[in-house]
């Protein structure tokens, strides 16, 4: 599992942690965990794996911490837990997950162990046909005591063949009440509109939400619409604004805020509410149509693209900043 994630059963994952709990070892022997992005379904996963492990499961229901599984797990070293992502090196959006590790499953969920033997796959989305073929077999035919666990943000992206064999637990059903008070306890200094603006970004996901409270694009946002202001206004120097917006951000971080303005902006124009309430977005929107704004979106998600197939990002910014001004 990622080394930032602390094992944790959050306030709004309580209900599926009972349930959980309540039904082992009478479950599935795959178990999806499922939620948007920010949500702490890797912390629950982790939570409840060091739970199915612990030789000391039954005394009550936490992971003990102390005894020989609960000390392989803190080493990484348990020889009864496979953790399967995409390669460290190769985390594109794109990126998916070998057959071959699928695979190497077959001998650890067949040989025979004492206790109990855990792999949790993540993300799922990133299994190809062919990793999910060879998944399958494994799902049918495991051996005693093993529970394979997947992880998605969109469970309706995993092939239906591989939905219909697993046990479905949602994790992110949260109340608004509930995210708020989360991120209050967590980022007091906040106002009530910059809690707004991070609930409203992060699809209401408190996790989400106080990553985002870091990004450096955050407290740049204006600064880049009165540039696009200018690019409109003025139709000259997209060069200059592409360099200047190349040094300033990453280009990760600036086809973030980039795509969350333009959402805005589309949502101005359908009159629909906007996720930057913080933000004058009407003056903008007016120099355009609808059908431009869609587009410039298109051109979005295809530089997106462009990065990851290496092309220099100030020539990517350069093409965006000359379609922004050429209304
Ligand atoms: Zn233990």
Same mark, same amino acid.
């Given at each position: 599992?990622?080394?930032?994630?602390?094992?944790?059963?959050?306030?709004?994952?309580?209900?599926?942690?009972?349930?959980?709990?309540?039904?082992?070892?009478?479950?599935?022997?795959?178990?999806?965990?499922?939620?948007?992005?920010?949500?702490?379904?890797?912390?629950?996963?982790?939570?409840?794996?060091?739970?199915?492990?612990?030789?000391?499961?039954?005394?009550?229901?936490?992971?003990?911490?102390?005894?020989?599984?609960?000390?392989?797990?803190?080493?990484?070293?348990?020889?009864?837990?496979?953790?399967?992502?995409?390669?460290?090196?190769?985390?594109?959006?794109?990126?998916?997950?070998?057959?071959?590790?699928?695979?190497?499953?077959?001998?650890?969920?067949?040989?025979?162990?004492?206790?109990?033997?855990?792999?949790?796959?993540?993300?799922?989305?990133?299994?190809?046909?062919?990793?999910?073929?060879?998944?399958?077999?494994?799902?049918?035919?495991?051996?005693?005591?093993?529970?394979?666990?997947?992880?998605?943000?969109?469970?309706?992206?995993?092939?239906?063949?591989?939905?219909?064999?697993?046990?479905?637990? +949602? /994790?992110?059903?949260?109340?608004? $009440? %509930?995210?708020? #008070? *989360? &991120?209050?306890?967590? !980022?007091?200094?906040?106002?009530?509109?910059?809690?707004?603006?991070?609930?409203?970004?992060?699809?209401?996901?408190?996790?989400?939400?106080?990553?985002?409270?870091?990004?450096?694009?955050?407290?740049?946002?204006?600064?880049?619409?009165?540039?696009?202001?200018?690019?409109?206004?003025?139709?000259?120097?997209?060069?200059?604004?592409?360099?200047?917006?190349?040094? +300033? /951000?990453?280009?990760?971080?600036? $086809? %973030?805020?980039? #795509? *969350? &303005?333009?959402?805005? !902006?589309?949502?101005?124009?359908?009159?629909?509410?906007?996720?930057?309430?913080?933000?004058?977005?009407?003056?903008?929107?007016?120099?355009?149509?609808?059908?431009?704004?869609?587009?410039?979106?298109?051109?979005?998600?295809?530089?997106?693209?462009?990065?990851?197939?290496?092309?220099?990002?100030?020539?990517?910014?350069?093409?965006?900043?000359?379609?922004?001004?050429?209304?």
């Amino acid at each position: 599992m990622q080394k930032d994630v602390v094992a944790q059963v959050y306030p709004w994952q309580q209900t599926v942690w009972d349930t959980l709990t309540g039904r082992f070892p009478k479950l599935g022997h795959g178990l999806l965990f499922y939620g948007k992005k920010g949500c702490g379904k890797e912390a629950f996963a982790q939570y409840f794996l060091a739970w199915v492990l612990c030789a000391n499961r039954h005394a009550n229901n936490v992971a003990c911490g102390e005894c020989g599984s609960c000390l392989w797990l803190k080493s990484d070293t348990h020889p009864n837990y496979v953790h399967i992502s995409t390669d460290e090196e190769n985390k594109k959006q794109n990126a998916k997950i070998k057959i071959e590790k699928i695979r190497d499953l077959l001998p650890f969920v067949q040989q025979t162990v004492d206790g109990w033997r855990v792999i949790v796959i993540e993300p799922a989305e990133a299994l190809n046909m062919s990793s999910a073929n060879a998944l399958l077999k494994t799902l049918e035919e495991p051996g005693d005591r093993v529970v394979i666990i997947l992880l998605a943000d969109h469970y309706l992206k995993l092939p239906a063949t591989i939905r219909s064999r697993l046990q479905h637990f +949602a /994790l992110d059903r949260i109340s608004e $009440a %509930q995210a708020g #008070e *989360y &991120l209050s306890q967590h !980022l007091p200094e906040l106002n009530q509109t910059q809690k707004q603006l991070l609930l409203n970004l992060s699809n209401q996901m408190p996790l989400q939400a106080m990553q985002l409270a870091q990004a450096e694009w955050l407290n740049k946002r204006q600064e880049f619409l009165n540039d696009w202001q200018k690019l409109v206004t003025q139709k000259n120097m997209p060069m200059a604004i592409a360099t200047k917006w190349n040094k +300033a /951000l990453s280009f990760s971080d600036f $086809a %973030q805020m980039f #795509e *969350y &303005l333009l959402s805005d !902006l589309i949502c101005v124009k359908l009159n629909q509410q906007v996720k930057n309430p913080d933000l004058d977005l009407i003056g903008l929107s007016e120099q355009y149509t609808l059908e431009f704004l869609f587009t410039i979106y298109s051109d979005l998600q295809q530089s997106k693209q462009f990065i990851e197939q290496n092309v220099q990002s100030n020539l990517v910014l350069d093409q965006l900043c000359i379609k922004l001004m050429n209304i």
